[in-house]
């Protein structure tokens, strides 16, 4: 029987390739539920059900369960800036825990199968490195400490009733889609927006922070499927790459993709964890092993989408909780 998937944030750059997933190779009906504030309609596949709207909406949260009947919740909404979480905490523990919540309650409550959530390696921390799934998560900023209070949550919840879910730790994901606009996130796509309106990159401290880059077509396939393979049952997976460079070489990478030199601007270093990448044996004993797009490869992939759809203005965050300490080029 045809199985009913609801995608939160599949308007967004990792929740529409998870739809196109879902849609194209797994056969589900789909139902997107976003507010497009960090999205774009068109993103969304013609297949799927669109409903504009906010999961801080409960009301509309418990009607759509009630209308579809999911068998699976993919939740994917989120505002990931973690460097900027730490200036609109409010905001951020809204969007990223509460909003959260409310899924988990529709869950237990709607008898939903399964609950797929898309967390991430800042609940790490400064860790040991390479990261593992069995380490402590000491989280650092707002973003990471939301993140992991929902992870919590969707254990207690297994624990008291029965709500099945499977949790993955995704890092520095780029791709096809991903929104270029926003300045606080997502370094690759600031540095592909920058180079097409001829401006400098603008690198925080000494360039020489490390993270591992990953394509979204090594992460999307594998959130879709892990409801159809019985080991991801009440698990936490890392899922990436395996290979990490320091922002300095991404740079130049990203310049070479583009085919265009741009200047580099150092500005002072910003809170942040220096060098962040992780272990991936967990997830390849159970998903398998699979071949990898590599970063020069998926920068290409990217580079000519960013080319067809052109530059886009910048947007500036217009509700800053705290402005004491705020990063240079932020203010």
Request: charged share 25%; proline share 4%; glycine share 6%.
């Amino acid at each position: 029987m045809k199985k009913t998937s609801l995608v939160t944030g599949g308007a967004g750059f990792m929740g529409a390739h998870v739809v196109n997933e879902l849609l194209h190779d797994i056969d589900h009906t789909v139902v997107v539920l976003d507010d497009i504030s960090g999205g774009f309609r068109e993103n969304v596949n013609p297949k799927a059900t669109f409903i504009e709207g906010s999961i801080l909406d409960v009301p509309l949260i418990n009607r759509l369960c009630e209308q579809y009947k999911f068998n699976y919740i993919y939740h994917l909404a989120a505002y990931a800036a973690e460097g900027l979480s730490h200036f609109i905490k409010r905001f951020n523990y809204q969007n990223n825990l509460i909003g959260s919540v409310n899924l988990i309650n529709a869950a237990v409550n709607y008898n939903v199968e399964r609950f797929v959530f898309t967390s991430s390696i800042a609940v790490y921390g400064e860790n040991q490195l390479p990261m593992h799934e069995g380490l402590i998560p000491m989280p650092e900023d707002s973003y990471g400490i939301a993140k992991y209070a929902v992870e919590q949550e969707l254990v207690v919840s297994k624990r008291l009733f029965d709500l099945d879910y499977t949790i993955f730790r995704p890092h520095n994901v780029y791709g096809e889609l991903q929104n270029i606009s926003d300045k606080y996130r997502n370094v690759i796509g600031i540095f592909m927006n920058k180079i097409m309106q001829d401006e400098p990159l603008i690198i925080f401290g000494d360039g020489e922070q490390t993270r591992a880059f990953t394509h979204i077509a090594d992460v999307a396939p594998h959130i879709a499927r892990c409801v159809d393979i019985p080991e991801t049952s009440c698990e936490v997976f890392n899922v990436g790459s395996d290979k990490h460079v320091s922002v300095n070489e991404l740079a130049h990478l990203v310049m070479t993709a583009m085919e265009k030199e741009v200047p580099i601007k150092y500005l002072r270093e910003r809170e942040e964890v220096k060098h962040a990448y992780c272990t991936h044996e967990k997830f390849h004993k159970v998903f398998g092993e699979s071949s990898q797009v590599s970063l020069p490869e998926g920068l290409g992939r990217m580079a000519a989408w960013a080319k067809s759809v052109g530059p886009r203005d910048s947007t500036l965050f217009k509700d800053i909780e705290i402005r004491k300490n705020l990063p240079e080029g932020w203010k």
